[in-house]
């Protein structure tokens, strides 16, 4: 199921939009949403209050902080 998997996850990246951010993020674990295209606003209300992350760039620098 999606907690087992999330249970023994480190963080959780999300495509837009899937209850696994939402789960992951009551679960304690560190939740986004990564959006490669760049065309999801950051507030976008249906991301739930989960981080909205967009581009390579901003990927690699949410994993190295989180992940480390």
Known sequence: SAIRLINVCQ???SMP????AILGKEYGK???YYDPTGKIPKN???AHG???ISGKNELQQWVTRTIN
């Not at 939009?17 to 696994?20: A, K, L, M, P, R």
């Open 50 to 52: 989960v981080t909205v």
């Open 11 to 13: 963080a959780i990246i």
């Open 17 to 20: 939009f899937t209850s696994t």
């Open 44 to 46: 976008d209300k249906a």
């Open 30 to 32: 560190p939740s986004i």
